[in-house]
């Protein structure tokens, strides 16, 4: 590294390298550049002018974030591998790359971008272009991208915290004070760079946060064109990337995550998020938003402010549920219909009917003693209850949300980020062949596509999102019949069992829950095996759409995915609990699928127990699975890099280098992360009736979710491409319709899934009888009134048992309210049926319009805007148009003054003019 070579534009061959002149007259031949690209740019050398770029030697400062003179700041890296020392087939191809590079490099320079390459010291085919953005060119494009910046600090006064009285004990559970200090509160403004001298500006070293320095680079990289081949302009880093141009792109942590940095004008905000933020021993600690913000910017703030806040939420939700399981666990022991099951008098006396066609058996109903047992501990009282509370706990959790997120909104300077006319994608922009008028502006505007063509694109775009989902359906019913399958299977290993005996068997596993959880399992593979399939389906969809701009691209990936998720995940859920069981009829004229397989029934006390199998399963094994992949994969892929690129422990590695050895950033960004949590909260909301353990299971799973994210992106990631957010996005409409639907979804559990209806009816109207001079209710034959009777005799010949031992069986019973054999209406629907139809609809209405109401009175009652927020950003406003605009017009009132002296002589004394003046 001791000598220094001046290369041509970013080219490191051998045959360029020069003894230090500072100038070249000629460039390559077979590079040819339009005129427009042959003016001269600022070389890294301060006073010369050039058409080179640097190759300077490394500082030996592993934590530099400077250029090599130490004081132009990096704001971006550009790796590339120099393909001059291989030997390829098609050289060609490398040479293309190699004139792209130039041609883009040389473009950057153009806009005003200083750029300085550097060598690997692990790899010499490995070239870094560290990239700085000049004081000039940061105030252009802070004002092309209307950032906001302080004008003035924050002069109201601050409410103080009604929990300040507890200080002395919350703050242990605040991050260190002496290390993450709280940052001084402003007014700020967009940025105008004619007005420079109304911000207020006390260093211009630190006027622009990196975060903001390495966003207005990425504009600008994803705009320099490459290539231009006649009226066809290429450009953009995505593009080169994606055609190995460029090896990656990334701005720079700034210093190494466990170690301190030492380096002068470093803040260590990486060091300062492991310590405080990311490492396990801080797990109980609040996360320090505001540095999140500062360092990752406020797209990344904003899903961790919004996870933090739904683990709180989730808190007193998982305490509610967390009772209602034990209260269900207590009384399962004392609950009447459980002991009529398991009662060898009651229970073991009760013949079932076959639940298959000829080769299943009868069995006896205290089999499924245990089961019965198990779902008394979900199917009670209080799961009704907290079904409710659920419902207003979805409603407080977004309205809360609003008023946090809008707090967060003013504090982060995103209020009007929407409002302010968004820059189209760079994709899009390369796509703008056709002309159309603005209907806004009036103005002739390129677009990409005609009318015409923008609705074949979304009309393919829908095709392929219903094909998919129709996959999903016919996985979903392969599954039903692998159910139905497996169920014959085990029903019929019982069949030579002998029926004679009144004791049930000591370790029977009932056909229904070996089924149930087998299918789960499967359901559980089959759900991530297409979800990876999808996801790339669903990104070339959403390409081939090419929407205008980011949020356009975020939100309509966002409606593929989840509407394809909700499919996947929850449509295994729906069947158990609205479709199972349902449409069965009796033995005698049973319901076939496909005219094959007899239709699934449920267990004596209903699906429920299925369902609430289905959900731990497909909960539990996707947080283990998400959790592999998130922790697991990149801390390998890591360990398996810095094996294979092991260096001599005398070099010193870079911090570009060592950012090059982490983890590149998905594309994707927070999708995974927001779809994970999203689909998480349906399943605490829309089948928590069946399941109260769910908002503790959730709750254990974000605990360990943001210190897993937390640790992911800050110790084994390049640093997050910081990015403008204004609030959560598309997820924020998904989640409200989610709270809607689980209002319904949990009141038909309760009415449809669930045996609560049908035994409060009949607790309420048929277990009635007098004692005494007033009228008692008892659960007490219960069991007998829930099941119908059916004879044997009925059978047909194709579905009649074939097992021994059957003769002395004349009924048997079925789970339905239908008369008894005899009765001139056998096996029709009896009065209980009817009355219980009417309880549950009468239920459903009731509570649906019950929780409704509660909704619409919380959102109205509770405003979506702090009052305190609404002063500070009127506030914010006022000053916006006193500093900024009133001087304008103090300037042109300056101006307009002495011509109007000369036009308006009056006449008079001296306080007659003066006031002539002040009329004027």
């Not at 304008?888 to 003019?913: A, C, Q, Y």
Request: aromatic share 14%.
């Amino acid at each position: 590294m001791g000598e220094n070579v001046i290369m041509e534009m970013d080219s490191l061959s051998d045959k360029e390298e020069t003894d230090g002149d500072p100038e070249f007259g000629m460039i390559d031949e077979e590079i040819v550049y339009p005129e427009e690209f042959l003016p001269t740019y600022h070389s890294i050398k301060e006073g010369s002018r050039i058409t080179k770029t640097r190759l300077a030697e490394f500082n030996d400062k592993p934590d530099s974030l400077f250029f090599n003179d130490g004081a132009r700041r990096i704001d971006f890296i550009l790796v590339y591998e120099d393909e001059d020392k291989k030997e390829f087939e098609k050289r060609h191809t490398f040479q293309r790359r190699k004139r792209r590079r130039e041609y883009f490099e040389a473009s950057l320079m153009k806009m005003g971008i200083e750029l300085e390459a550097t060598r690997s010291v692990i790899d010499e085919k490995l070239t870094f272009i560290k990239v700085h953005m000049p004081w000039d060119v940061l105030c252009t494009y802070a004002e092309v991208l209307h950032i906001k910046l302080p004008i003035q600090p924050n002069d109201l006064s601050s409410h103080p915290s009604p929990w300040r009285f507890f200080s002395f004990i919350t703050k242990h559970f605040y991050p260190n004070e002496e290390l993450i200090r709280d940052e001084t509160e402003y007014f700020t403004a967009p940025f105008e760079k004619d007005r420079l001298e109304y911000f207020y500006i006390k260093d211009q070293d630190v006027f622009f946060t990196p975060s903001m320095r390495s966003r207005m680079a990425y504009y600008i990289l994803s705009r320099a064109p490459y290539e231009i081949r006649g009226s066809i302009k290429k450009f953009g880093i995505s593009k080169l990337l994606d055609g190995g141009v460029y090896k990656a792109a990334y701005p720079l942590h700034d210093c190494r995550f466990n170690v301190k940095s030492t380096e002068q004008g470093c803040p260590n905000e990486r060091y300062l998020l492991y310590e405080e933020w990311a490492h396990p021993k801080s797990f109980y600690k609040m996360q320090p938003l505001d540095l999140i913000r500062k360092y990752y910017g406020e797209k990344i703030g904003i899903y961790f402010a919004w996870l933090g806040f739904y683990t709180v939420m989730l808190a007193l939700a998982a305490v509610v549920g967390l009772g209602c399981f034990i209260f269900g666990y207590k009384t399962q022991e004392s609950s009447t219909w459980s002991k009529e099951v398991c009662d060898p008098a009651i229970g073991g006396k009760i013949v079932m009917c076959p639940q298959c066609d000829r080769f299943c058996n009868y069995w006896r109903l205290n089999s499924t003693c245990e089961a019965s047992k198990k779902l008394c501990i979900f199917d009670n009282f209080g799961t009704m209850v907290f079904a409710v509370f659920m419902s207003i706990w979805v409603t407080l959790f977004l309205e809360f949300w609003k008023r946090y997120q809008a707090e967060l909104e003013y504090q982060w300077d995103t209020v009007e980020f929407l409002e302010q006319e968004e820059p189209a994608r760079p994709e899009y922009e390369a796509k703008c062949i056709y002309e159309r008028k603005n209907p806004v502006t009036g103005v002739k505007e390129k677009v990409p596509f005609t009318t015409c063509g923008r609705c074949f694109r979304v009309s393919l775009g829908i095709g392929t999102v219903l094909f998919w989902i129709l996959l999903i359906l016919a996985s979903i019913a392969a599954i039903i019949v692998y159910r139905l399958a497996v169920f014959f299977t085990f029903s019929s290993k019982y069949r030579n069992e002998d029926m004679k005996t009144l004791e049930p068997l000591k370790e029977y596993v009932t056909p229904q829950m070996a089924t149930s959880i087998t299918a789960s399992l499967i359901s559980f593979v089959v759900i991530m095996i297409l979800n990876i399939l999808y996801e790339r389906v669903a990104i070339w969809i959403t390409n081939f759409e090419l929407p205008r701009t980011k949020t356009d691209y975020e939100n309509s990936l966002t409606l593929k995915m989840f509407l394809f998720q909700f499919v996947n995940y929850y449509s295994s859920c729906f069947y158990i609990a609205f479709a199972k069981g349902k449409a069965v009829s009796y033995p005698g004229k049973p319901v076939y699928l496909l005219g094959m397989y007899r239709n699934e029934e449920c267990d004596p006390g209903g699906c429920l127990i299925e369902l609430t199998t289905q959900l731990s399963i497909i909960m539990t094994g996707k947080a283990v699975w998400n959790n592999i992949q998130e922790v697991l994969m990149p801390w390998v892929k890591n360990l398996i890099s810095r094996y294979c690129t092991r260096v001599a422990s005398e070099k010193v590695v870079p911090r570009w280098e060592q950012d090059y050895q982490l983890q590149a950033v998905s594309k994707l960004g927070l999708f995974h992360e927001y779809l994970e949590m999203v689909i998480q909260f349906g399943f605490v909301t829309l089948f928590v009736a069946s399941f109260p353990l769910a908002p503790v299971l959730a709750l254990a799973n974000n605990l360990f979710e943001i210190r897993v994210d937390a640790w992911k992106i800050t110790t084994q990631f390049r640093r997050i491409m910081p990015e403008k957010a204004q609030d959560i996005g598309a997820w924020q409409p998904i989640l409200q319709g989610i709270a809607i639907l689980a209002v319904a979804t949990n009141a038909m559990i309760i009415a449809f899934t669930s045996d609560m209806i049908p035994r409060l009816v009949y607790y309420w109207s048929f277990s009635v009888y007098p004692y005494g001079d007033h009228y008692n209710h008892t659960m007490e034959g219960y069991i007998h009134s829930s099941l119908s009777i059916f004879n044997t005799n009925d059978f047909s010949n194709s579905s009649r048992p074939i097992a021994e031992n059957n003769s002395n069986i004349t009924t048997c019973r079925y789970r339905d309210f239908r008369y008894p054999p005899g009765h001139n209406r056998q096996y029709e629907y009896n009065i209980y049926y009817w009355h219980v139809i009417a309880a549950k609809m009468a239920f459903i209405i009731v509570l649906e319009h019950i929780v409704y109401l509660t909704k619409f009175i919380l959102s109205y009652v509770i405003p979506d805007i702090p009052y305190a927020v609404k002063e500070q950003i009127k506030r914010e406003k006022y000053l916006t148009q006193v500093i900024l605009h009133e001087t304008n017009l103090k300037l042109v009132t300056k101006r307009l003054k002495p011509h109007s002296d000369d036009v308006i002589k009056p006449t008079g004394t001296k306080g007659e003019k003066e006031e002539l003046e002040l009329d004027f």
